[in-house]
């Protein structure tokens, strides 16, 4: 959890995967600006790399690569917008927006933080470090410290999937380590950055009721229709 928090079980709610769609194609079209080649545009490779992962239909992943590339004619306005706090029980939090509409997007997060506390620029981003997120699936027994250490990557932990293992790089890293791993016996399953918490807080220091509402207020946040990432400082 102290790198992204993930939603029990969502990838196997049908309702949850259609999000995750939406998601995934606002970062293909915001990536398929800078050119429509995945070959020739790294962060558009890791989006499309993201996309096959959950299988979204090629027609799809084909459209937002158009769309957001200028083919079709329609015009693409999303923002980046970045939101920081902290959730029940003081637990820092993240959160990666792509909104059309910035001041919608303001309010919806104002008022789903009052059950936390919204913070201001950096008032919790300094205790995070901004990073390269691989996350990779060994193949024949691949051991994932000399993966990192021959790829470059600065650290790596189990993945919130068994069987993978997240690899964490220097931001300017991300595209030459996620290159460099099936070299090393790991399949790259996604590539992105990231943000992940210094000082994560330990799960097992809240009791169930107090790590319920923690997870509830997280959930309730990754259910907008314009957050693209949530961000925990939870570990464990």
């Known amino acids: 959890m102290g790198a992204q928090w993930k939603e029990k079980g969502k990838a196997l709610a049908a309702d949850a995967k259609g999000k995750l769609f939406t998601k995934l194609v606002k970062d ?3 990536a398929a ?33 158009k769309k957001g590339a200028g083919l ?19 637990v820092p939090v993240v959160v ?14 104002r008022s789903l933080f009052r059950k936390g506390q919204l913070g201001t620029p950096g008032s919790v981003t300094w205790d995070y470090d901004h990073l390269g997120m691989i996350e990779a699936e060994a193949k024949d027994g691949a051991d994932a410290e ?3 250490i021959e790829a470059g990557a600065q650290d790596f932990e189990a993945g919130d999937e068994e069987g993978t293992t997240l690899f964490y790089t220097d931001a300017a890293d991300l595209d030459l380590v996620a290159k460099a791993l099936p070299d090393h016996g790991f399949t790259v ?15 097992s ?9 923690v997870e509830a207020f997280l959930q309730a946040i990754d259910g ?3 957050v693209q990432h949530v961000y925990a400082g939870l570990a464990g």
């Open 146 to 148: 000399l993966a990192a």
């Open 33 to 65: 600006r800078s050119g429509a080649e995945p070959k020739d545009n790294a962060k558009l490779r890791m989006c499309v790399e993201a996309a096959r992962k959950v299988s979204m239909p090629k027609e799809t992943l084909d459209r937002a690569i």
């Open 205 to 213: 220091s809240l009791d169930a009721a107090a790590l319920a509402e």
């Open 224 to 226: 907008n229709d314009d």
């Open 72 to 90: 079709t004619g329609e015009t693409i306005n999303y923002t980046s917008v970045v939101y920081e706090g902290f959730a029940p029980h003081r």
């Open 28 to 30: 293909i079209m915001i």
């Open 189 to 203: 399953l996604s590539a992105k950055l990231g943000y992940k918490a210094k000082n994560p807080i330990a799960a």
């Open 96 to 109: 990666e927006c792509l909104t059309d509409n910035v001041n919608r997007t303001a309010s919806d997060v």
